[in-house]
Each structure stands twice: as C-alpha cells, then as structure tokens.
Nanobody, 125 residues
Framework: QVQVEESGGGLVQAGGSLRLSCIVH????????VGWFRQAPGEERECVAA????????YYQDSAEGRFIISRDNAKNTAYLQMNSLKPEDTAVYYC??????????????????WGQGTQVTVSS
C-alpha cells in the first residue's frame, strides 16, 4: 500500500519562501511521477508543478513558473516544492500526488492513484 505524506506548510509573509516535502511510502518511489497541487477555498484543485521519474521531466503552471522549483531525491523517497517570492494568492492547501503516469498527473488528475492529506500554506500581505 502506498502512502503519501506532505509537510512543510505554514504561515509566511509575502515575498517569503517555503519548502514543502512529500514522502512516498510503500513502493519504489522512483517508479512514480509526483505532482504538487493546491486548492484554495471555493476553487478547484490545480496542478502547480510535476516531476517525472528521474527528474528529467518537469511541468509548471504559469503562475508558478520562475518562482517554484520541484525536485526529487529518489534515495530518500521524497519530492520537494521550493516556493519563493510567495504571494497572498498562493494561499491554499497544498497536496502531493503520486502516480506511475506523468501524463495523468498533468492532464487527468482525477485518475491519480495516490494523494496526501494536504498541508496548509498561508501567505500574509
């Protein structure tokens, strides 16, 4: 059984940085692509970044491009989302997701196999 666990959320002032971590337990982490999603109150869940098995493929939502960096350490079964120059509109619950199919993460998230419980990120103005 695969378990996905996020950490690293919190409260930060606008312009600040946070690093989220996602540990995937139970299977060969290197066989999974990983995505970071967020959902603000009243909004749909959206993918902000995704990374392929070996880290060679990466996707960023336009709003994250140039500010967020997704990475992974397969030896630690962990993926990261470094978020810089944070804005109040980045406030949301951030979720980590794992799936063997990179395309599913970026295009059809409703079919993603495994999700974490989410971590709150709040950016104050």
């Amino acid at each position: 059984q695969v378990q996905v666990e996020e950490s690293g959320g919190g409260l930060v002032q606008a312009g600040g940085s946070l690093r989220l971590s996602c540990i995937v337990h139970g299977r060969m982490f290197r066989d999974y692509a990983v995505g970071w999603f967020r959902q603000a109150p009243g909004e749909e869940r959206e993918c902000v970044a995704a990374i392929g098995f070996g880290g060679g493929s990466a996707y960023y939502q336009d709003s994250a491009e140039g500010r967020f960096i997704i990475s992974r350490d397969n030896a630690k079964n962990t993926a990261y989302l470094q978020m810089n120059s944070l804005k109040p509109e980045d406030t949301a619950v951030y979720y980590c997701a794992a799936d063997p199919r990179f395309g599913v993460i970026t295009s059809t998230p409703r079919n993603i196999d495994y999700w974490g419980q989410g971590t709150q990120v709040t950016v104050s103005s």
